[in-house]
């Protein structure tokens, strides 16, 4: 299998503009995670899909921020207007179940560079 | 919710062995610990449900008591490759997500 596939790897944009990262979870995982992580907050987790439905979206900081999921193979994460405070890696991870018995299967992020 | 790691950061002596804690102030469901190297994806390593169980992988395991609500990750004999850093994820009952802790910073010196 090909893992968690995240697209683009790096991002560099200037405040105000529209972002959108890409994540295509491993075949068969039902479940999709998005983390953004930080040298002050660590892992935060933003949003969760099960079968494409956004269960938690809790940690979602701003309405600046939106997470899709058209497909079981396909999910994006758009901030519209960024801003410099967002710079972070954003990682997409990947799950087969929930509940906290499965493990998850992280991308290699993107790391989101506002300016 | 977020987990409390200790140590923050440990530097070994390849051979040497670590401990590294987590701590949560919730009841817990289950614990996995994953490492991260430098500009890399976190990597699992394993998980622990509730019940006291033990586990190992190779030379890396880990206990889990869920009355103390505590996590211990325990490197042997230390390779190279362990440096990284380490993160347990909580899961609290009630919950429906992984809180990962802040994290701990192993480095394996020759």
């Known amino acids: 299998d090909a893992g968690v596939i995240q697209s683009p790897r790096h991002e560099v944009t200037e405040m105000g503009q529209e972002v959108t990262l890409r994540c295509k979870p491993i075949?068969?995982?039902?479940?999709l995670f998005w983390y953004r992580q930080t040298m002050m907050r660590g892992l935060e987790l933003l949003i969760y899909?099960?079968?494409?439905?956004?269960?938690?979206d809790s940690g979602m900081p701003e309405d600046r921020f939106s997470a899709k999921m058209p497909n079981a193979s396909f999910s994006t994460l758009k901030i519209q207007p960024s801003e410099p405070r967002d710079s972070a890696v954003y990682f997409c991870?990947?799950?087969?179940?929930?509940?906290?018995?499965?493990?998850?299967?992280f991308g290699n992020g993107t790391r989101l560079t506002v300016t | 919710q977020q987990p409390v790691q200790s140590p923050q950061a440990v530097i070994l002596r390849e051979g040497e062995d670590a401990v590294i804690n987590c701590s949560s102030s919730?009841?817990?469901?289950?614990v996995h610990w994953y490492r991260q190297k430098h500009g890399e994806a976190p990597v699992f390593l394993m998980i622990?449900?509730?019940?006291?169980e033990q586990k190992g992988h190779e030379k890396i395991s880990a206990s889990f008591n869920e009355k103390k609500q505590q996590s211990s990750l325990y490197l042997t004999a230390s390779q190279l490759s362990y440096s990284g850093t380490y993160f347990c994820?909580?899961?609290?009952?009630?919950?429906?997500?992984?809180?990962f802790g802040t994290g701990t910073r192993l480095t394996v010196i020759p």
């Open positions: 899909f099960n079968n494409n439905v956004p269960i938690d």
């Open positions: 919730k009841a817990l469901y289950s």
């Open positions: 994820g909580a899961y609290q009952t009630g919950a429906n997500n992984l809180f």
């Open positions: 991870a990947s799950s087969f179940s929930a509940g906290g018995r499965a493990p998850l299967h």
């Open positions: 075949s068969g995982h039902d479940y």
């Open positions: 622990l449900l509730k019940g006291g």
